[in-house]
């Protein structure tokens, strides 16, 4: 199995900046894809940006310009900078992945999420 351990979350004001971080850990053998979703209180879970083996990203609207996500293959990790964040912004933020696992001879498909990190927009 994959874990994804999140990191970097907190209390900050509005106007400010934090940067997320998920570290992937366990018999891996390639990761494809890997997003970083919110779910604040009462809404569904959302999309906030996802990056692929590539480096392609996509960005939900609500934080193009403002958020870069970007990874480190080498070290299967996965960040978040978050800069003018908003008070709507505040929310419990959710590291995904998926790919490939090594289980004894054979590669598996994988598909984990972190268990979130709080972030906190606020004066």
């Known amino acids: 199995q994959v874990q994804l351990v999140e990191s970097g979350g907190g209390l900050v004001q509005p106007g400010g900046s934090l940067r997320l971080s998920c570290g992937a850990s366990?018999?891996?053998?390639?990761?494809?894809?890997m997003g970083w979703y919110r779910q604040a209180p009462g809404k569904q879970r959302e999309l906030v940006a996802v990056?692929?083996?590539?480096?392609?990203?996509n960005y939900a609207d609500s934080v193009k310009g403002r958020f870069t996500i970007s990874r480190d293959n080498a070290k299967n990790t996965l960040y978040l900078q978050m800069n003018s964040l908003k008070p709507e912004d505040t929310a419990v933020y959710y590291c995904?992945?998926?790919?490939?696992?090594?289980?004894?001879?054979?590669?598996?498909?994988?598909?984990?999420w972190g268990q979130g990190t709080q972030v906190t927009v606020s004066s």
């Open positions: 366990g018999s891996i053998f390639s990761i494809s894809a």
């Open positions: 990056i692929n083996s590539g480096g392609s990203t």
């Open positions: 995904n992945a998926g790919g490939t696992i090594v289980t004894g001879s054979r590669l598996e498909v994988f598909g984990s």
